[in-house]
Antibody
Framework: EVQLVQSGGGLVPPGGSLRLSCEAS????????MSWVRQAPGRGLEWVSV???????FYADSVRGRFTISRDNSKNTVFLQMNSLRPDDTAVYFC???????????WGQGVLVAVSS | DIQLTQSPSFLSASVGDRVTITCRAS??????LAWYQQKPGKAPKLLIY???TLQDGVPSRFSGTGSGTEFTLTISSLQSEDFATYYC?????????FGPGTKVEIK
């Protein structure tokens, strides 16, 4: 059974850092495209980042230079390191997987990141 | 970045109604478009990808059409479990933007 289990959310002051984890089961993260998508309270979905099976990464302009997506194949886990956090980064963060040419078919449960003093 | 617009932003409908949601892209994206359904407090659920391919397990009352810059999601006969917010997403080029959403509520 495919599952994505997320951890690492919480409350952090502006300028702080946080690392989110997304542990996969039922498939190998290195075989697919793994992404992070976020949703601010009461708002729509915002694509954040992707890591390819070959290791290439892409980011939304709003997080480039502050966030880093990575993968630990031995743990079958994808991470999002978030630095220099700002109040407008407050959102529920989802990880999701995608086959090339298709949509995001499995999603994590989402974790809340709140940036506030 | 490619911008997506959706219309309407809000839709009030009854069980059994035929519902159509439109998504327009600011530039051509071929057929690289997906549709998602999201209910409050839940992760999005993939309904359709490649503009018209139904994801496994999604009821056949959902269908998608379009290419280039204009796309539609149709629910042929709305069921009670379909009341939710629907998002389109372009998968043509990064960043993979989403539309602003269409909320479907019970009339």
């Amino acid at each position: 059974e495919v599952q994505l289990v997320q951890s690492g959310g919480g409350l952090v002051p502006p300028g702080g850092s946080l690392r989110l984890s997304c542990e996969a089961s039922g498939f190998v993260v290195d075989d697919l495209y793994m992404s992070w998508v976020r949703q601010a309270p009461g708002r729509g979905l915002e694509w954040v980042s992707v890591i390819y099976s070959g290791g290439s990464t892409f980011y939304a302009d709003s997080v480039r230079g502050r966030f880093t997506i990575s993968r630990d194949n031995s743990k079958n886990t994808v991470f999002l390191q978030m630095n220099s956090l700002r109040p407008d980064d407050t959102a529920v963060y989802f990880c999701a997987r995608r086959y090339p040419g298709e949509g995001y078919d499995f999603w994590g449960q989402g974790v809340l990141v709140a940036v506030s003093s | 970045d490619i911008q997506l617009t959706q219309s309407p932003s809000f839709l009030s409908a009854s069980v059994g109604d035929r519902v159509t949601i439109t998504c327009r892209a600011s530039q051509g994206i071929s057929r690289y478009l997906a549709w998602y359904q999201q209910k409050p407090g839940k992760a999005p659920k993939l309904l359709i990808y490649a503009a018209s391919t139904l994801q496994d397990g999604v009821p056949s009352r959902f269908s998608g059409t379009g290419s280039g810059t204009e796309f539609t999601l149709t629910i042929s006969s709305l069921q009670s479990e379909d009341f939710a917010t629907y998002y389109c997403q372009q998968l043509d080029s990064y960043p993979y933007t989403f539309g602003p959403g269409t909320k479907v509520e019970i009339k």
